[in-house]
């Protein structure tokens, strides 16, 4: 079959979506061509995630929708579920003709052009630095706020988690490759850089015998002039290591938002996780960054309901919310992946609990997240404007901490730092006038 066009879906985290441009550009210069009709496209890439269980039941569904359209599609399957279940996937729907780790997307051209040899191409092994080489060459344009993978995988097995399992052990990308990838996306045109890892502050790199973490690297990236923000998610709290924390006094590039998931406020339940560091240990950290940084806000990762979560347990992640009042966070009812210890616990707790505490904690966080927004209202913040949103009225920006603003102007361009002011806002958005 001729393969002239694509269509690509992604799901879960930004991982994902970042690891997707880069399958979009590698697909551009094998000569296609992007398609946003899922119905007419020659082959279609969907880019799984694992960490939910609801991605890939997803995953299966729209396969099955795709194939009630047409037949005759080639369907590649790449990313964490595509290593997670490996050739089991070929029996569970036999329309799938491409699966490919996370660890290989520079494959997929070469894969393409095999299935005219072999129907059923596989691709699961652990080849990451040949990846990073192949990619660091693919054409490097996404936005005002542009993404930079410096590390990949973990070796920290928390026991709910998929992870260490889809994506291998922790690994550092060289300084020297980052430093050419952050100068290309800023000559075309990006002002923040969004430096990306599952464990991303567990950076670690060996330059001819010298140590580089992630502190090292920041202020490198601090001296290209053109970056005027830099941002680094998801990281882990015993990596949160002491000269990483004053960076957020001394380095003003570095912004004083910080991704810290926390995932329970209950150290009973923190332990039978495997996070590895108690309540305490979180709430140090978060004391020693505010004493450098009096102005730094967090957010987090919760997971409601994990296996044997009692109600004092809960009660403890509410009052650690209370305590810390987390500005934005992401949370999710725990749900069992295959392969993961926590999987194997009896004390599952009930569906309706889960679903009950979960409604109560979201509750909680969007009162904190309002209460944040209402204290911007009247005063004028930084923004730094991303694009026009589609209501060619508006520009749309994000502030220091992250809040998406939209400001009505007709002075203003993306890639511009403005004070604006912030006339109203809601849980989620902050509207201004510059
Ligand atoms: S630190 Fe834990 S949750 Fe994060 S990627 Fe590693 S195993 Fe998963």
Aim: proline share 3%; net charge positive; with cysteine.
């Amino acid at each position: 079959m001729i393969h002239s066009t694509f269509f690509i879906k992604s799901y879960g985290c930004q991982m994902n979506i970042y690891d997707s441009e880069k399958i979009i550009s590698i697909l551009e210069n094998k000569g296609l061509k992007q398609d946003d009709n899922l119905e007419s496209a020659d082959l279609v890439v969907f880019n799984t995630c694992n960490i939910r269980d609801k991605a890939a039941h997803k995953l299966y569904s729209d396969i099955g929708r795709l194939n009630k359209y047409n037949k005759n599609k080639t369907i590649a399957v790449v990313g964490c579920v595509a290593q997670a279940e490996n050739v089991e996937m070929f029996n569970k729907n036999t329309s799938i003709d491409i699966i490919l780790g996370p660890q290989s997307y520079h494959l997929l051209p070469q894969m393409i052009d095999d299935l005219s040899i072999n129907p059923k191409q596989i691709n699961t092994e652990f080849i990451i630095n040949e990846k990073f080489d192949y990619l660091t060459e693919q054409k490097k344009i996404q936005g005002i706020s542009s993404y930079v993978t410096i590390q990949e995988g973990c070796d920290k097995f928390c026991s709910f988690c998929v992870v260490p399992y889809t994506r291998g052990p922790e690994y550092s990308r060289p300084m020297k490759s980052l430093i050419d990838e952050v100068d290309s996306l800023t000559k075309n045109g990006a002002k923040e850089i969004v430096l990306l890892g599952q464990n991303v502050n567990a950076y670690n790199f060996t330059d001819n015998g010298k140590k580089i973490n992630i502190s090292d690297l920041i202020e490198e990236i601090s001296k290209n002039k053109k970056v005027r923000r830099i941002r680094y998610t998801t990281s882990h709290p015993i990596n949160m290591s002491d000269d990483l924390i004053k960076l957020h006094s001394t380095n003003d590039k570095l912004m004083p938002f910080l991704h810290l998931p926390v995932q329970s406020g209950s150290s009973e339940v923190l332990k039978k996780m495997n996070r590895k560091y108690d309540t305490d240990f979180y709430i140090k950290i978060i004391e020693k960054l505010k004493s450098v940084n009096p102005k730094i806000e967090i957010s987090s990762d919760f997971i409601v309901g994990y296996p044997g979560e009692t109600d004092d347990d809960f009660k403890k992640t509410l009052d650690l919310i209370e305590k810390i009042k987390f500005t934005q966070s992401y949370s999710f009812i725990y749900s069992a992946r295959p392969g993961t210890k926590s999987a194997l616990e009896k004390d599952q707790t009930p569906l309706y609990v889960k679903k009950e505490r979960l409604s109560i904690l979201q509750n909680k966080l969007r009162e904190i997240q309002f209460e944040f927004n209402k204290s911007f209202c009247g005063t004028n913040t930084e923004v730094l404007v991303e694009n026009q949103s589609s209501n060619s009225e508006y520009f749309f920006g994000r502030t220091s901490y992250m809040q998406a603003v939209y400001i009505k102007s007709k002075n203003i361009n993306p890639g511009d730092v403005k004070n604006v002011y912030i006339s109203t806002c809601n849980p989620k958005n902050l509207y201004a006038n510059c």
